[in-house]
């Protein structure tokens, strides 16, 4: 069983669908990062969880810390958030990340 | 410049060849990450340097992959004797490492390495 797990691999929407993604983690990881990757490579951080939830404009993160879960929320989808999104994981006292396989969004007008 | 660089940005090498991909960090991180990325999956960890002290190459492959930090700024990945399997995204990463719980990764545009 992989440390960081997400679901779903795929998700096509409409242009302004709620959109949630989702990841599962195992015992050990403190922080949940959630990264954006674009066609083309170049990943951009958009949070980094410990508790609680983060919202910045359309994007909500939240993680539950006893399921050690964490979902990804966007809110009134657009095409400009096709992308990959991609769960990572810090263990306890590291530094290095361990990542989900990613969700490839595909947002239709 | 203001965020982590990488080059080349494209690299297609013959089977056997031996490339070097490098990273520029943002000035002052201390912290930098490479990982691999294979086509349709998630990043994965190679190493890790703190400034020009390489704490972690438990993710390096084989002992073909090599990298290096000498100053603490720029990073050299270095694969020798190219092989297929090795095509891949490579990823460069830094942060400031002043605190484990706030760190902030910051990711280069990453080197496609294809093996011909």
């Known amino acids: 069983k992989n440390e960081v797990e997400q679901s779903p691999q795929n998700l096509t929407a409409q242009e302004g669908e709620f959109i949630t993604i989702n990841c599962s983690y195992s015992v050990g990881i403190s922080a949940l990062h959630w990264l954006q990757q674009h066609p083309g490579g170049g990943i951009v951080s958009l949070f980094m969880l410990s508790s609680g939830k983060k919202k910045h404009g359309r994007l909500i993160a939240t993680i539950n810390i006893q399921e050690k879960h964490s979902s990804l929320h966007i809110t009134a989808s657009h095409p400009r958030d096709s992308a990959v999104y991609i769960c990572a994981g810090r263990r306890e006292g590291a530094q290095k990340l361990v990542f989900g396989q990613g969700t490839r969004l595909t947002i239709n007008p | 410049g203001a965020g982590v660089s990488q080059s080349p940005r494209y690299k297609v090498a013959k089977r056997g060849q031996d490339v070097a991909l490098r990273c520029d960090p943002i000035s002052g991180h201390v912290s930098l990450f490479w990982y691999q990325q294979a086509l349709g999956q998630g990043p994965e960890f190679l190493t890790y340097f703190q400034n020009e002290a390489q704490l972690d190459k438990s993710g390096l492959p084989s002992d073909r992959f090599f990298a290096e930090r000498p100053e603490g700024s720029v990073s050299t990945l270095k694969i020798q004797r190219t092989q297929q399997e090795d095509s891949a995204v490579y990823l460069c990463?830094?942060?400031?490492?002043?605190?484990?719980?706030?760190?902030?990764?910051?990711f280069g545009p990453g080197t496609r390495l294809t093996v011909l």
């Open positions: 990463a830094s942060s400031l490492a002043r605190s484990v719980r706030t760190d902030t990764q910051y």
